[in-house]
């Protein structure tokens, strides 16, 4: 296993809290790709190749949340170094956004134009941003449809959206050069907001921290304040608090008294 997998086994999957709380919620499937396949079937490696493929996983760990009908809410790619209570806790909070979800999808089952166009968007705030433009590819493009005029601004919003999915994926050709001018270009011209201004800013914040610390600095400060309960600004105050030694504060952290070592 990578050092990440290993962490969160022993940080957290194999905690009592995390085998305690969260088979309540969900039903748990480990999904396992060891360079050494000699003790794995060919029936586990065709599983798994068939399910990193259908949910489209590029790295390991991933953890992905899924609905009754196995359609996915939750993405998160590495781990963080959280402790088992916060982790258990973060799960939890994605139930209730499922839960959101849900009540705006049938919200917009009764509605119309432009009115339903607005409930798809409520729904898809809830997701988690990496999932939005993939698994949720077909409900972005009926709220463009829908908002056609833009009354709304959703359809410039889910432009912003899709250029900056257009920007990340094309980085590593582009390189980082042509791929700040772009990002700086979609924060002037385009104008996103919420986790779409959080996405560019953290990008951005990458691509300058060699030449620029200060500036790296303030682009996360201003990220995080732009969606400041997101798991992406739960990572930024890691990274402000260990590269730059500034504390921002996301949700507080769950008491650890209930975390016990097997």
Partial sequence: WCPPCKALQKSVLSQDIFKREAPKQFILLLLDNPRDKSHQSEEE???????ADEF???????VFLAD???RPYSKQVGYSGEKAP??????SEKTKARETRDQFLAKAEEAQGVARAQFLHQAMQQIDTSLVLTTYKQTV?????LDENNEAGLKKQYAAKIELERIKASSQIAGPDATLKSVDKLLTEMKPGGRDLQEALFLKAQLIYRQDREGCKQALITAHKAAPDSDTARNISRILLQ?????IK??????????RTP
């Fill in 45 to 51: 490696q065709a599983q798994y190749k068939r399910l």
């Fill in 56 to 62: 489209q996983v590029t790295g390991v760990p991933t």
């Fill in 68 to 70: 009754a009908v196995g």
């Fill in 86 to 91: 916060q982790y258990v806790a973060n799960l």
């Fill in 141 to 145: 493009q009926e709220i463009i449809e």
């Fill in 243 to 247: 590269v730059f030694k500034t504390t």
């Fill in 250 to 259: 996301s949700k507080p952290e769950p008491p650890e008294t209930d975390a």
